[in-house]
């Protein structure tokens, strides 16, 4: 178990080691407890123009060696990503889009 305090700031790496980011926070759905998202930050140079990637937290894994998380998530695919919208919270449609373009199952089936 962790607190999601403890998630928050966890540096994100692929499978080659080389690093794509962190974990900014969470996204919890309030009425089944599942966590839906975990929002990485990615891009920019020192933390000026980063952008915020909510992520299905099933492509996420913790690795204990390096101390962060692993994501088989390219680069390219982070840019590639639904864009946000300000609503993107409640947004069913946006949620099942960015499900289908990670390739996972959604939280809520």
Do not use: C
């Amino acid at each position: 178990m962790v607190s999601s305090s403890d998630v928050n700031g966890t540096e994100v790496y692929n499978p080659a080691g080389e690093h794509l980011g962190r974990i900014d926070h969470l996204v919890i759905d309030k009425v089944s407890g599942q966590i839906a998202y975990a929002v990485m930050t990615f891009g920019g140079f020192l933390g000026l123009g980063e952008g915020m990637y909510p992520l299905p937290w099933k492509k996420f894994r913790f690795d204990k060696a390096i101390g962060g998380f692993v994501t088989d998530v390219s680069r390219e695919q982070l840019t590639g990503a639904p864009s946000l919208t300000e609503t993107w919270f409640d947004d069913r449609d946006y949620h099942r889009r960015n499900y289908d373009y990670y390739g996972v199952l959604p939280y809520w089936m």
